[in-house]
C-alpha cells in the first residue's frame, strides 16, 4: 500500500465524487441534515409551541411552512420531526448491519450444517409478515422511541446477512484466506482480519439502501399509530397528520411530503452511486 | 422435477410451522391478553373463560392445539371476535385485497416492463435518462404520500371515485393505481438493469451475428433471461400485494386483510394474529415456489435444483 498506488478506498472515492448526480445528492443529504440538526435552534418557535391566532395559517412570512390547527409552526416541527427521522434511519441500519454482519460472516465461515441450519431460520424469517413483526415487537417493548429503531433493525439484517454470506463463501474459496489459514491463522483471525474488511463493500452498498427503506418503515408505524407517539413528531406522524387534514389544509402534506421524498431521493441515489463505486462490474 | 416440488413443498411447510411459532412465542411475550379491559373482572371468572378457550394449558400444548386447528382448519371460536371464526374473517378480507392487490400487480408490470425496456434498449438516450429518473421519483415515493394525495385528487376533488370505503365496483381502482405507480417503479427498474446485462452478453452477440432481427434477438433470446430479477421480485411482492398493503387499506379505508395485521396483534387475538402471519407465509412459499418453477422453465441453467 505505501508505494505510489492509491488504497482501494481512495480509488472508490474518487470514482464516487466523479458522478455530478452522487455529488449532487451528497450535498442536499448534507444540507437536509444540517437543517434538520441546526435549524430548531435558529427557529423562534418551538415544535410544540401552540399559538391559537394563528391556527391552521397556509406559509406565508411568520410562519414559512404554516401553522397546524394547534398554531405549531410546521417548519420547526418538520425540522425536529427530521432529527428523529434521520436518527431511526441511521440507527436501525446501524443495529441491522451490525446483526446482519456478524450472522453473515458466521454462517458463511462456519459452512456446512451451521451455514445451512443458520440460513434455513434467515428463510424462515423472510417469509414472516414483516409488519406483524415489527408490531408485535412495538407491541411487546411498549412504544419507546429507542425500541422503534431495535425493532426495525432486527426485521432488516436478514438480506445484508444472505449478501455478507455470499460474499464469505466466495472469499474463502480464494488463495490469500487458504493460504492464511495454512500460516495456521485461527477462525476469528480470518473472520476479523481476513474477511471483515472485505466485506464491507457490498455491506456498504446495502447500508445506504438500507437507510431509506428503514426511513420508510418508521414512517409507516408512525402512520399507522405504532411509531412515535405525538406531540413528537416524525416525519410519518407529520405525514399521517398532513394526510388526515389534507383536503382544507393541503400544505400539511405537502411540508413533510416533500421532505421526507427529498431525502429518500438523496440516499437512494447516494446509494446507486456507491454501487457503481465499489462495484467494478456494475460500472460502465 | 417431482422430487424438486415434494422437497420443495416439505421446506414450506416447515416455514410455515417455524412462522406459527414464532408468531406465537412473540404474542405470549406480549403483556395483557384477550380479556384485558376497562374493568378488572374477578379472579374465579377470568379463569374460567381463560379455561373455555384452552388459555389455562401450558404453552406448549396450546401451541401445539394451535398448529392442530391449523392443520385440520377447523378453529375453535376465538375470545375476541365470538361467533365469527378466523376462517371467516379471513374469507371476508382476502377477496378485496386479492382483488385489488391483482389489479395493482397488472398495473405495476404493464407500466414498469415496457418503461425499463424501452430504457435499457436506448441506453443513455432521452427515453433512458426520463424512465430512470420517473423510477427513482416512483421509489422515493411512499405510499403514505401517493395515496392521500391520489384519493385527494381524483376522489374529493375529481369525483370520478369514491375516496374511501368499499361500496362501489369500481372502489379497486384508486388503491390499485397507487400501489401499482409504486410496484412499476422497481419493476422497471429491475427490467432495465437485468436486460442490459443481457444485452451484453456473448450469446446475444451470437445470435446478432447469425442474422437474427433486433426484435428475434430481444425478444426470443434476451428476454426471457433479462425477466428473472423481475421474476424475483415478484414472488415477495405478489403475497405482500395480495395480503394487502396496511397503508393503501388503511388510507382507502378498504375491508381487506391488512387491517387485521395491526389489530390482531395491538387485540391480542391470539388465533387471527397467528392466522394471518401464517396465510401470508402460505402465500410467500407458494409464490416462490412459482417463480423457481418459472425460472427453471426460463432458463435451463438454472434448472429443478434441490437446493437454492
Redesign the interface.
Do not use: D, K, R
Given at each position: 500500500m505505501s508505494g505510489g498506488h492509491p488504497s482501494p478506498w481512495r480509488l472508490a472515492w474518487r470514482r464516487l465524487v466523479r458522478s455530478r448526480i452522487t455529488v449532487a445528492a451528497m450535498i442536499l443529504l448534507g444540507l437536509m441534515v444540517l437543517a434538520c440538526v441546526a435549524g430548531p435552534w435558529f427557529s423562534p418557535y418551538g415544535p410544540n409551541d401552540q399559538n391559537l391566532d394563528l391556527r391552521a395559517t397556509a406559509p406565508g412570512v411568520s410562519h414559512w411552512l404554516g401553522t397546524d390547527p394547534l398554531g405549531r409552526d410546521l417548519a420547526t416541527r418538520i425540522l425536529h420531526g427530521g432529527r428523529i427521522s434521520l436518527l431511526v434511519g441511521v440507527l436501525a441500519t446501524g443495529v441491522a448491519a451490525v446483526i446482519g454482519v456478524g450472522y453473515g460472516l458466521v454462517a458463511g465461515l462456519a459452512g456446512r450444517r451451521t451455514d445451512a441450519l443458520m440460513m434455513r431460520i434467515v428463510d424462515v424469517l423472510y417469509a414472516f409478515p414483516f409488519i406483524t413483526f415489527v408490531i408485535l415487537l412495538v407491541v411487546i417493548f411498549g412504544r419507546q422511541f429507542v425500541l422503534i429503531f431495535v425493532a426495525i433493525g432486527a426485521v432488516e439484517w436478514l438480506t445484508m446477512a444472505r449478501v455478507v454470506r455470499g460474499q464469505v463463501l466466495s472469499l474463502k474459496k480464494l488463495e490469500y484466506v487458504q493460504a492464511a489459514r495454512a500460516a495456521g491463522a485461527g477462525f476469528s483471525r480470518i473472520l476479523l482480519r481476513h474477511m471483515l474488511p472485505n466485506v464491507m463493500g457490498p455491506v456498504i452498498i446495502y447500508a445506504s439502501l438500507t437507510v431509506p427503506g428503514v426511513m420508510l418503515l418508521e414512517a409507516t408505524l408512525s402512520f399507522l399509530g405504532l411509531g412515535i407517539q405525538p406531540p413528537d413528531a416524525s416525519w410519518g406522524v407529520l405525514i399521517s397528520e398532513g394526510a388526515a387534514s389534507m383536503a382544507v389544509h393541503p400544505w400539511m402534506l405537502i411540508g413533510p411530503g416533500a421532505f421526507f421524498m427529498l431525502t429518500l431521493l438523496a440516499l437512494n441515489l447516494i446509494g446507486d452511486g456507491l454501487r457503481d463505486a465499489l462495484d467494478p462490474k456494475s460500472g460502465d | 422435477m417431482l422430487r424438486f416440488l415434494i422437497s420443495r413443498v416439505i421446506?414450506g411447510i416447515?416455514?410455515?410451522l417455524?412462522?406459527l411459532c414464532?408468531?406465537f412465542l412473540?404474542?405470549k411475550?406480549?403483556?395483557g391478553g384477550p380479556f384485558q379491559g376497562e374493568r378488572d373482572v374477578p379472579e374465579h371468572i377470568r379463569r374460567q373463560q381463560a379455561a373455555m378457550y384452552g388459555l389455562d394449558k401450558p404453552l406448549p400444548v396450546q401451541l401445539l392445539n394451535h398448529i392442530v386447528n391449523f392443520a385440520t382448519f377447523q378453529f375453535p371460536p376465538s375470545p375476541k371476535t365470538p361467533g365469527r371464526g378466523v376462517e371467516e374473517i379471513i374469507a371476508q378480507g382476502f377477496p378485496v385485497s386479492a382483488q385489488v392487490g391483482l389489479a395493482a400487480l397488472c398495473i405495476a408490470l404493464a407500466i414498469g416492463i415496457p418503461t425499463g425496456a424501452l430504457a435499457a434498449l436506448r441506453p443513455n438516450s432521452l427515453e433512458d435518462r426520463a424512465s430512470t429518473v420517473a423510477a427513482?421519483?416512483g421509489?422515493?415515493?411512499?405510499s403514505?404520500?401517493l395515496?392521500?394525495?391520489i384519493a385527494?385528487v381524483f376522489g374529493?376533488k375529481l369525483r370520478w371515485f369514491n375516496a374511501s370505503g368499499w361500496y362501489d365496483a369500481d372502489d379497486w381502482v384508486l388503491p390499485a393505481v397507487t400501489l401499482g405507480i409504486i410496484y412499476s417503479a422497481y419493476i422497471a427498474r429491475l427490467t432495465r438493469g437485468g436486460l442490459r446485462e443481457t444485452l451484453a452478453q456473448e450469446f446475444i452477440r451470437t445470435a446478432r451475428a447469425k442474422g437474427a432481427s433486433e426484435a428475434a434477438v430481444v425478444f426470443r433470446h434476451a428476454f426471457k433471461l433479462a425477466c428473472l430479477p423481475v421474476l424475483n421480485f415478484l414472488g415477495?411482492a405478489a403475497a405482500g400485494l395480495m395480503?394487502g398493503s396496511?397503508?393503501i387499506e388503511?388510507?382507502f379505508q378498504l375491508p381487506g386483510l391488512g387491517q387485521h395485521?395491526?389489530g390482531a396483534?395491538?387485540n391480542r387475538n391470539y388465533e387471527l394474529?397467528m392466522a394471518?402471519?401464517a396465510f401470508?407465509?402460505l402465500l410467500?412459499?407458494a409464490f416462490n415456489l412459482l417463480v423457481d418453477v418459472v425460472q427453471a422453465l426460463l432458463n435451463p441453467r438454472i434448472g429443478f435444483k434441490e437446493d437454492s
Open positions: - | 421446506q416447515a416455514v410455515i417455524g412462522v414464532i408468531t412473540l404474542l411475550q406480549a403483556p427513482t421519483l421509489i422515493c415515493t411512499p403514505l404520500v395515496g392521500p394525495v385527494l374529493l415477495p395480503t396496511i397503508v388503511s388510507v395485521f395491526v396483534a395491538v394474529a394471518t402471519a401470508y407465509a410467500i412459499v
